[in-house]
């Protein structure tokens, strides 16, 4: 720990892997962007947006708008809400099917699709192929999440290409919320390359068909991106929301349970209610591989975001950083079962993938954590909090996600 460096204000760290610069203060780049949320003309902004989107209206009526990928968590809700209720656009939602889906999140799912009275398209690829892809990246990349993300980021994009609807509507630049890769007036958007760079963390579908694996053409090609004379004849294009209106998923969140009855969730290892709800292994399994691969886990991501939207103070996020980091992890049997596996070598998997910048190694069976909840930083630069108790912004009334169901449910009809 001692060559990393803590921004002074959240408690992002030098080591963090989407990259990370200080000022000369101890900053961190993603708080001095964040700082643009209350300088920007917002209303402005979403003017812009407006014109940009009258462009993309089906002349004919014949045609769907635009296209939003959706899930039963996240942030499907709120993009929905602004596109269909206040662009007043026709959106064709698209969801790729993660198999790790929680009864909350094929609720939430079921209840987007009536209460917008939207038309969506699910995609289910080959089970035994998703198992295999999954099991592969597991074993080389330390990653169960690979071919969800794969799915999530490519599936909108082939159905652009393939019914020449050319606007893609996604929520929030990740790189620009986290880390500030790009200011909200570079209007950055999605791309082939950022989905390789990060959202696949450098590792191209194609790769995967190599001498190591078991993978073969057909396992893998649900996952390539469309050549460029496809989508630039079609001109496909995904743009951020979050560029175009003030992006507070906490705010946003309160307001579509309010409105639309999402559903949320208490977690085991986070605070927050609301994120990936409607999954059961990406705030255990995937968070701990997180935690071993880069020190830090989601409960730290939720607590800088509320950092810098000024409702907890920097001592409280250390506090509940503490207090949920090395929390246990849930479903791990479940997750062994199907990847067809034993808990033993799932769990010398896992341990394959510690970062000795934060485990120290004491025996065969014994690891030491020396990340941030191990390590007191400093606490200057802290912003006057708005609000006393965070606690207002976090309770879930809906089924603890805890305590569900132990079976995945691959397929489910919802309400």
């Not at 969140?253 to 999954?279: G, Q």
Request: glycine fraction near 6%.
């Amino acid at each position: 720990m001692k060559n990393i460096i803590f921004c002074k204000r959240c408690l992002y760290s030098s080591n963090h892997p989407l990259g990370i610069t200080f000022d000369k203060d101890g900053i961190c780049s993603g708080c001095k962007i964040h700082e643009e949320k209350d300088k920007l003309d917002w209303r402005h902004r979403f003017n812009k947006l407006k014109k940009l989107t009258n462009r993309y209206r089906s002349k004919s009526r014949k045609n769907y708008d635009c296209i939003i990928p959706v899930s039963g968590g996240g942030d499907s809700y709120f993009i929905t809400h602004v596109v269909k209720n206040i662009l007043k656009l026709n959106p064709l939602l698209v969801s790729n099917n993660k198999y790790f889906n929680t009864e909350i999140g094929i609720k939430n799912l079921t209840n987007l699709r009536i209460k917008f009275d939207a038309d969506i398209l699910m995609q289910n690829l080959n089970l035994n192929s998703v198992k295999k892809v999954t099991k592969y990246s597991l074993t080389e990349f330390g990653n169960i999440y690979w071919p969800i993300i794969a799915g999530q980021t490519v599936y909108p994009v082939q159905i652009a290409s393939k019914y020449k609807i050319p606007l893609i509507i996604w929520g929030a630049h990740q790189g620009i919320e986290q880390v500030g890769m790009f200011s909200h007036l570079n209007n950055v958007e999605m791309s082939r390359r950022y989905r390789e760079d990060h959202d696949l963390f450098g590792v191209d579908a194609k790769e995967l068909v190599n001498i190591k694996s078991n993978l073969n053409d057909e396992d893998i090609f649900n996952y390539i991106y469309p050549d460029d004379n496809t989508i630039n004849s079609i001109g496909v294009r995904g743009i951020y929301l979050g560029n175009f209106l003030r992006w507070d998923p906490t705010i946003q969140h309160m307001l579509m349970v309010k409105k639309f009855k999402y559903r949320t969730s208490k977690f085991n290892r986070t605070f927050d209610v609301y994120d990936h709800v409607d999954c059961f292994n990406y705030m255990n399994i995937h968070d701990l591989l997180k935690l071993y691969k880069h020190g830090y886990s989601k409960v730290t991501d939720h607590a800088c975001r509320e950092i810098r939207h000024g409702r907890i103070s920097r001592d409280k996020a250390i506090e509940l950083v503490k207090s949920y980091e090395q929390k246990k992890v849930l479903h791990l049997k479940q997750f062994a079962s199907w990847l067809q596996i034993d808990l033993k070598s799932l769990n010398f998997l896992l341990d394959q993938f510690k970062n000795k910048k934060f485990w120290d190694q004491k025996n065969i069976k014994s690891w030491q954590f020396k990340g941030l909840s191990n390590y007191i930083v400093n606490n200057k630069n802290q912003k006057k909090l708005k609000n006393k108790s965070i606690l207002y912004f976090f309770k879930s009334r809906n089924k603890d996600q805890n305590n569900q169901n132990s079976n995945y449910i691959i397929f489910g009809k919802g309400i």
